[in-house]
C-alpha cells in the first residue's frame, strides 16, 4: 500500500472517529482551522502597510493642532485646552495602534517562520526514523508514525 493510500485511510478513520464523537459536525475531509504561509504573509504585510501610513498620517495634524490649542488657550478660550487634551488623547491613541500593527505583524513573520522550521523538523525527523528503500523518498508510513507519537 503506498503512503498516499495509507494516508487517506488513516485520515477518513479519524474523520470518523471525530464525527462520532458528541457534538460533532466536522465532514470527512474537512479541516477546521488551516492557515495558508501565503496567507500570514499576507496579513503581515497588510499590518505593516497600515503601520507605516498611520505613522505619518495620524501625526500629520499635530503641529497645527499643537499651535491652534496654544494659541486658543493663550487668548483666553477654553476651546484651547480642549484643543490640546483632543490632541494629547489622539496622540496616545495612534501610539496605541502603531504598537498594535508592530506586535501583529511581528507576531506573523514569527509564527511563519517559526511554522516553517517546525515543519522542516518534522520531517527531516520522520525520514532519519525508518530505513530508506532504494526509489522511496523515505517517508515514514502512516501506520509505523503513531508509534512514535505515543
Known sequence: MSFDE????????AAMRL???PGGSAKPG?????VHDDELGDIGH?????F???ESGGKHARAASETAGSSLKGDGFVTGAALSEVNTTWETQVKSLLQACAHISNHLDYTKASRKADDEWIGAQMRIVGPVVPGDDGAVPVSQISKYFR
Do not use: I, M, P, R
Open 6 to 13: 495509507e494516508w487517506a485511510q488513516a485520515k477518513a478513520a
Open 19 to 21: 464525527n462520532g464523537a
Open 30 to 34: 474537512s479541516a477546521d482551522y488551516v
Open 46 to 50: 497588510a499590518a505593516h502597510g497600515l
Open 52 to 54: 507605516n501610513g498611520l
